[in-house]
């Protein structure tokens, strides 16, 4: 048994690697979809300094400006965010949960 020569066709090869990725190619394409549009969102958004903010002097934290500028100018790219973060967390929650088989 332990002279037993193995050997591997391409063939074999590529049926394995088609079986590895045939159910995972769903989640591969969302995956990348996901990639993509933070990519776009980082790259080609213009982002605003600290000078740009309108300043208000009574309220030096400046959140109403903060908040009108994130529901007015970056609704697209907040709402995005928020199913970004919302999938993370569903995916961390079944990650946790674990097996019942236990």
Known sequence: MLNKEISFTAMD????VYDYFK?????????????????????????PTVDQLPQNIEDQSNIEAIGLMIFQDFVIPFEIMSIVLLSSLMGA?????????K
């Open 13 to 16: 090869v590529a049926t394995s």
């Open 93 to 101: 929650i079944y990650m946790a949960k674990g097996d019942d088989n």
């Open 23 to 47: 159910p995972r190619i769903f989640g591969m394409i969302i995956a990348a979809l996901f990639m993509t549009i933070i990519i776009v969102t980082v790259f080609f958004t213009s982002w």
